[in-house]
Every structure is written in C-alpha cells, then in structure tokens.
C-alpha cells in the first residue's frame, strides 16, 4: 500500500539557521509533490508544488526539492524565525486523484 | 476572494443528534473536499465532489452523509454519531479535482465533540 513518512520527531532549531524536513513515500510514484504548513486547530495551508520532472522549486525563504529515484522529497526554510513554528505536511498527489497526506514533522524555531 | 469558510467553528452534539456543516467557497473552484482530521494526525480524505457530483466516498460511514446543493456550497450532514467521531472537520477547495497541479483551500474547520 502506498506509504509516506515524514520525521516523526519534532525538529527543534534555532533562529536564523535552516530547517530541513524529510518526506519519503512508497508503493507509488507521485507526478506531483505538494507542502501545506498547518498550524495549531486551523486548516492547512498551501506553501509550494514540485512536479516530477522538476528537482528544485524555491519560493523566498522556502525550497523543495524531488528524488524520484530516491521516493524523497526535502523542504528548507533558510533563516528560519520562530513565527516558523508549524507543522508541515508532505502531499504526494496519487493517480486516483487524490492529495495523501503525512503525518507531519511540528518545527519548533527558538529565539 | 481566496477564503474557505466553515460553520459553525465548534459544534458539541449528541449521539441521537442531527446536526449540519457547512462550507462555502466563492473561488469558483469546481471541486470540493471533506477532510477528517484527529490530534496529532494528518487530514484523512472523506469526500471529492467534482462539479457538484460525488466523485470519492473513501468508505465513510453512512451516518456521514455530504451534500452539494451549487457549485459554492458543500454540506456534511451528520445522525446517529459515535464518540469517536470527535475530530477537526476540515473543508477545502481547488480549480479542478484531477490535476495535482491545484493546490487545495482549506477552512477553518469545525471542532465536532460527539458525547
């Protein structure tokens, strides 16, 4: 069955350094990635897209990158400030049309 | 207008309740979803409506009964609920369902408490 993880721990860091978070999925080979960041009792929110076919896609302080031989995807945000402090979901887009979501790696971004 | 909203935010029912959520999106995006969201867990996918027609029902079950009156509204009618259907009832939206490319609205949500 298709399969996504994410760090299961929570990735404490301090201001101004990067935050680099993992997403590896199985079983299936997404065309499309998305990240959402979500924060505490509220919706997600949409952050980025990477295609398959693309390795990088930066956005400000954000990048994400694309393996498709490696089934990972990894997302930085450089500079990091406590206002960071989120969850942030991985979203391989599956054939069926549907997002999947993983269960999430919570930041926390220390003055 | 790029907002998804949800009522109400909070909602404490019964078991022998009935009971309504609600969404509404002005986007013009043809295609809706109900998430089920847990603490400490990802959205789970109950519903895709695709211009206003059922396209996904992941096996929930039937006291979950969704509805899309127009291509704005979607609604989560809800009977006869568990406990354990207490949860973050997430709605969201995007341009077309099977294009990975759309990133998804989400709402608020709905805090549901089932007692």
């Known amino acids: 069955s298709q399969k996504i993880e994410q760090n299961s721990e929570a990735l404490n860091i301090q201001e101004g350094k990067t935050a680099t978070l993992t997403c590896n999925y199985t079983?299936?080979?997404?065309?499309?990635l998305q990240w959402y960041r979500q924060d505490p009792g509220r919706g997600p929110v949409f952050l980025l897209l990477?295609?398959?076919?693309?390795k990088e896609k930066r956005k400000e302080r954000l990048k994400v990158t694309f393996d498709t031989t490696l089934k990972q995807s990894l997302f930085h945000i450089t500079a990091s400030q406590p206002a960071d402090s989120a969850t942030y979901l991985c979203?391989?887009?599956?054939?069926?049309?549907?997002?999947?979501f993983g269960q999430g790696t919570e930041l926390s971004v220390k003055p | 207008d790029t907002e998804v909203t949800q009522t109400p935010k909070h909602l404490v029912m019964g078991m022998t309740n009935k009971k309504s959520l609600k969404c509404e999106q002005h986007?013009?995006?043809?295609?809706m979803y109900w998430y089920k969201q847990k603490a400490k867990k990802p959205p789970e996918l109950m519903f895709v409506?695709?211009?206003?027609?059922?396209?996904i029902n992941e096996s929930v079950p039937s006291r979950f009964s969704p509805e899309c009156p127009n291509s704005s509204l979607l609604n989560l009618h809800l009977h006869a609920l568990q406990p354990e259907d207490s949860a973050l009832y997430l709605c969201?939206?995007?341009?077309?369902?099977?294009?990975?490319?759309?990133?998804?609205?989400f709402g608020p949500g709905t805090r549901l408490t089932v007692l």
């Open positions: 409506y695709s211009y206003e027609k059922l396209s």
């Open positions: 986007m013009g995006h043809r295609a």
């Open positions: 079983n299936y080979s997404p065309a499309y």
């Open positions: 969201a939206s995007s341009p077309l369902w099977t294009s990975g490319e759309n990133e998804q609205f």
């Open positions: 979203a391989p887009y599956n054939q069926g049309g549907k997002l999947i």
């Open positions: 990477i295609r398959e076919n693309e």
